[in-house]
Nanobody, 126 residues
Framework: QVQLVESGGGLVQAGGSLRLSCAVS????????MAWFRQAPGKEREFVTV????????YYADSVKGRFTISRDNAKNTVSLQMSSLKPDDTAVYYC???????????????????WGQGTQVTVSS
């Protein structure tokens, strides 16, 4: 059974930092990719960033570029999201997701990811 488990969410003041982690168990996605999405109350799930397992190539949403950094640890089968210069608009539930495709078309579409974590709350106070 494939499981993705996020951790590291919490409450932080604007301008602060948080680090999220996503631990994958049950299989590996060596030829695929891992992504982070977020969903704020009343809004649709939004793409944040993605990383290819094999190459480490990354892609970011414009709203987080330069502030967030995604990384992966192949040996531990984990993906992390380092978030800096946080803003109140970053407040959301953050989800990690996995699929068996790399950084190709459709990487920003939630429906193209087949495995999801349960989410972790990030709240940024002003």
């Amino acid at each position: 059974q494939v499981q993705l488990v996020e951790s590291g969410g919490g409450l932080v003041q604007a301008g602060g930092s948080l680090r999220l982690s996503c631990a994958v168990s049950g299989r590996t996605f060596s030829t695929g990719s891992m992504a982070w999405f977020r969903q704020a109350p009343g809004k649709e799930r939004e793409f944040v960033t993605v990383i290819a397992w094999r190459s480490g190539s990354t892609y970011y949403a414009d709203s987080v570029k330069g502030r967030f950094t995604i990384s992966r640890d192949n040996a531990k089968n984990t993906v992390s999201l380092q978030m800096s210069s946080l803003k109140p608009d970053d407040t959301a539930v953050y989800y990690c997701a996995a699929r068996d495709l790399g950084l190709v078309n459709g990487l920003k579409v939630p429906g193209n990811y087949h495995y999801w974590g349960q989410g972790t709350q990030v709240t940024v106070s002003s």
